[in-house]
């Protein structure tokens, strides 16, 4: 399986990466209401998950392959440490904080729902708890892991992650 994907990264990248974070994220919602919330398939929202794939693809995946070069390319300091400091810097105080608002604001729109509500009850608790998880886990990806298999490092460490994110954006509804 892994063979299979490392052809499709090196033959499209983007789009394998997209369809992988598609994926995971629409994995990441039926986690949520399948084991957190225990909703029960009768009373699965589909929608909910067609939503957290589509956005996954549409938004986070092409983001987040693009960010990862960008921060590759550009953020290059004096030695390896520095590099990896910067990057997991840069990525939890530009990135992290834009991506939960697209977010957050994303996905109210779709429920057709008040974004400035949705972000006042949730982004602060959203970005924090973003902070006490993702650091750690950008700090070894981008020390250890290559350019290629960084979206999918936070992909597969999204699943629970996206699992919360469905949580919380849907707390209220």
Not at 23 to 48: C, N, P
Not at 107 to 115: A, D, F, H, N, Q
Not at 143 to 163: A, I, M, Q, T, Y
Request: with cysteine.
């Amino acid at each position: 399986m892994f063979r299979w994907y490392q052809r499709k990264l090196a033959q499209r990248p983007l789009a394998t990466q997209v369809i992988t974070t598609a994926i995971l994220f629409a994995t990441g919602d039926v986690m949520s209401q399948q084991v957190v919330e225990k909703v029960g398939w009768d009373k699965h929202d589909y929608m909910r998950t067609v939503r957290l794939g589509g956005y996954g693809g549409v938004v986070f995946g092409p983001a987040a392959t693009t960010w990862y070069k960008v921060l590759q390319k550009r953020v290059n300091l004096s030695s390896a440490n520095k590099t990896i400091a910067a990057r997991v810097g840069l990525d939890q105080l530009v990135f992290a904080p834009i991506h939960m608002v697209i977010f957050l604001s994303t996905m109210s729109v779709l429920e057709g729902t008040s974004p400035q509500k949705k972000l006042e009850t949730t982004y602060k608790d959203a970005i924090q708890k973003n902070w006490m998880v993702w650091p750690w886990i950008q700090a070894v990806n981008f020390k250890l892991v290559p350019l290629e298999h960084r979206v999918l490092v936070v992909n597969v460490v999204s699943l629970g992650w996206n699992c919360y994110l469905s949580y919380i954006n849907n707390k209220g509804n």
